[in-house]
Each structure stands twice: as C-alpha cells, then as structure tokens.
C-alpha cells in the first residue's frame, strides 16, 4: 500500500495533462502503435483476458470474455459504447479520468474497438458533465489531427470513428441495454435478453458496452504488461471456483462524513477502514463512524463492524451487500438517521425506475410511500416486514424484473433494516405510541403530505 504508486491517475495535477502533448511525454499512444502494428485483433482479446480485468461498471464481468461473445464471422459493422452515465450517487471515478487524462480514455477505447472490430465507437455521456465534455472532445478532435483516430489509424488498416452522445441523465440509461435504446432515440427501457447485445445491440448489430474507467485499465495493461496487472490486487480464490479474482487498481470515490472527501487509486482489495483512515483523514468532526456504502448506494450497507471488508468483487458480498458496483464508498457518522438513509434511498429508485416492470414501478413507489409514512408517525412494526417482502421479492435477481435497477433498490432496504433493525423498530413505537402494533391496512395516501391527492 505504501508503495503503490496511482497510474490511472498520473495526469492529476500534472499541468496541462489532459492535452496530447502531455499524454505523449508520458509515453501515450506507444502502446497502441506496437499493437496496431504487431498484433491481430484475437491478440489483443487474449492480452486482456489473460490481464483478468473485470468490468469497472459495476457488474465486474470479464472483460476479455465479454469481448468474445461477439459472433466471429459477422461482416459488420460492430460497434462500441461507452459508459460515461455515471448516474450510480456517489460515483465521479469517470468524470476525473475524462476531465485529467482524456487521451489514456481514448487510447483504451481504439485499443478495445481494434480487439472487437469495431469501426465506431459511441461515448454516451450524462449531461450534467459539461467539463467532461468539453475535454473529451478536445482530446478526439487532436487525436483525429494527429492521425489516432479516423481512417487507417498510423498506416496500420485499421479505422476509428468516435462521437460523443450526451444523454438526458436518467440512472437507467447506466444499464447497457437502456443506453443503447436511449442511443437510438427511443425511451431508456431496458431490453428482455437474449438477444444479447453482442449478438444484437445498438441499431441491431452485434454490439459492446463498457465502462470509461474499464478503457483506462485496458490502456495501462498495453503499456505495462499482464504479469503487472495481475500483481495488484486479490488472487483467484482457490477454494472458490466461481471466484476469478480482482486484479488490478481500481478507482475508489470517497465522500461522506471524512475529512478529505476525493477519488483516489489503490489496488482492489483495500478495506473500508484503510480507504477511510489512510486516505480520507478519518470521519469528520472527530465523530464515530455508523456505516458506510460500499460501491454506491445500489450496494447496500456496512456497519461500522464490516469496515474491515476487503473492496474487491467479492468482499462486499460476503457481509450481505450485492457487490463492489462502482466502488463509491460513502460514510456515514453516527448522527445520521437510518431513517432518513433509507427515505433518500427509497426517493432515488421511485424517481429513477423507468416503470417498464411491474415489481419495480411498484416496489419502489411503495417503498417510499411507506417510509414517508413512518417518518411522519404513522409507521408500525409491520411495515418493517412488508419492506423487506419488497425488497426481496424484486429484482432481476429473483427473476421479477428486466434488469437490475429493482435489486439496486432492495439491497438499501434489506441491509438497512436487517442491520439496524432496532433502530428502526425503536423509531416507530416513539413516534406512533398508539398505533405501532396495528397490523390491519392502513389509508397511506392520506397521510403522504405533499404526495396526497
């Protein structure tokens, strides 16, 4: 840890980083010239399968093989998405590489679209990026001058287009599939799968969907090498076989109740307590910690007592969480009320849900509906076992749903309450001493404030 030195983020604080004579000075593009000019595009798949690079997106799928699901034989044209949404709260990884070291992007994604074939790359990006925007389209306006993008990229045949889309930042357009409805101008619904989109995808033809931070660590394993990907991080677990290790730096967003709040670099396998104490200062205010999210609030919750999980793909698990996602950890102290925690929750996914599935245009509103109506003094001991029969019973997890947007928004309240279920309970015999044990159907539109008709 001590002498882990970043490389995704080398361009941070360098001036003028972002810009292509930056990137070259510090040995940019190299890589991709040697590769266009020595490898075949099946090489570069196996270099990236052989890295063990998971998807930084959320899901951690292999990369490599993710890219060989596309059909061998397929004349044309393939394309490549890239997901710059970035909607998941407490996630800004991808807004800092974007906005510091746009070409170490660009280079992971002409390297990625050579390996897939691909002849047209689209950067879907959410509109509250102005910055992000702006800098990347600096960047591919030089790299198309000096000659990494367009037609026959530095005599090697090879040919690259790259736009940049903005989409309407709606958390839904995160999931692939909704991004490439939105691609093509429709509503951001989810598709039922199969087929997959590396069979049919955007505008039906065979398509991949990566993550902006995914390109950066494909350009760092072209320029230093397997065997120093796979040195950083957490072995394969042997006793494990679904298990295929989390290699590599990762990204980490720190915000919450710390001293120093940031996006900061360290091999996967980092704990919450190490993220916090060495990196964020401490909890702010000389307060305790109470829990924390560990990869955005789509993951659930850790008590103070799990701050000891590793943050690779499979710590967050361990401890009832649905994984690493982005690895946005925020922390909350010991003033925050878990009550509160989940009503923004619950307010988020009810807003977010694009309302296609029935279980999750129902769950979450219900939810919310549900939670208003505890922080108001009308809860009762059972809501606590109603929110957890919708937390469990929607999700793409359970089969209930499309896609997993309705498991982002169970794993809040399965955690929440499980883990601080006597603070819950405690809450509502204070508030609703008269009506806390009443178990017959209560009338919640009339008591939801704003929300009433």
Not at 244 to 260: A, D, F, N, R, T
Request: some cysteine; proline content about 7%; hydrophobic content about 40%.
């Amino acid at each position: 840890m001590e002498t882990f030195q970043p490389v995704l983020l080398e361009a941070v604080g360098v001036p003028n980083g972002h810009t292509l004579a930056s990137y070259l000075a510090r040995g940019g593009y190299a890589p991709l010239k040697r590769l266009l000019a020595e490898k075949k595009p099946a090489d570069v798949v196996e270099l990236v399968k052989a890295s063990g690079l998971r998807g930084r997106g959320g899901a951690g799928f292999s990369t490599g093989l993710k890219w060989t699901f596309l059909p061998k034989d397929h004349t044309g044209p393939i394309y490549l998405c890239i997901n710059a949404d970035e909607s998941e709260p407490g996630t800004f990884n991808n807004r800092i590489l974007m906005e510091d070291d746009p070409h170490q992007v660009i280079e992971g994604i002409i390297l990625s679209a050579f390996a897939t074939r691909a002849s047209t790359a689209y950067i879907y990006l959410r509109y509250e990026y102005p910055r992000s925007w702006d800098r990347l389209q600096a960047a591919i306006d030089e790299a198309y001058a000096a000659g990494y993008l367009g037609p026959n990229i530095q005599g090697s045949g090879f040919s690259l287009d790259i736009y940049l889309h903005r989409g309407a930042a709606a958390s839904i357009c995160g999931e692939e599939t909704g991004l490439i409805e939105s691609l093509e101008g429709k509503r951001a619904w989810p598709r039922i799968k199969p087929p997959f989109p590396a069979v049919e995808g955007l505008f039906k033809q065979p398509t991949v969907v990566n993550n902006i931070e995914t390109m950066a660590c494909v350009a760092q394993i072209a320029r230093r090498g397997v065997e120093w990907f796979r040195s950083i991080g957490v072995p394969a677990d042997p006793k494990n076989p679904r298990d295929p290790g989390s290699y590599g730096p990762k990204l980490y967003c720190l915000s919450g109740h710390v001293e120093k709040p940031g996006c900061y670099e360290a091999p996967l396998g980092i704990t919450v307590r190490e993220l916090v104490d060495h990196f964020g200062g401490g909890v702010w205010k000389g307060r305790r910690a109470k829990a924390a999210i560990p990869g955005g609030i789509s993951m659930g919750l850790l008590t103070e007592a799990e701050f000891d999980t590793p943050l690779d793909f499979s710590g967050p698990s361990k401890v009832g969480c649905l994984g690493l996602g982005t690895a946005a950890v925020v922390v909350l102290d010991e003033t925050v009320s878990m009550i509160d925690f989940l009503h923004n929750s619950c307010r988020f996914f009810a807003h977010e849900s694009c309302g296609q599935c029935t279980p999750c245009r129902e769950g979450t509103s219900w939810s919310l509906r549900m939670l208003e109506r505890i922080k108001q003094g009308k809860g009762r001991l059972i809501d606590l076992d109603l929110l957890l029969e919708i937390g469990n019973t929607m999700g793409m997890m359970p089969g209930s749903t499309i896609c997993g947007l309705a498991d982002g928004a169970a794993w809040p309240i399965k955690n929440a309450i499980k883990k601080f279920h006597g603070e819950f309970a405690d809450f509502i015999r204070r508030t609703n001493p008269d009506g806390w044990m009443v178990t017959e159907p209560v009338p919640a539109l009339a008591i939801l404030g704003s929300h009433a008709s």
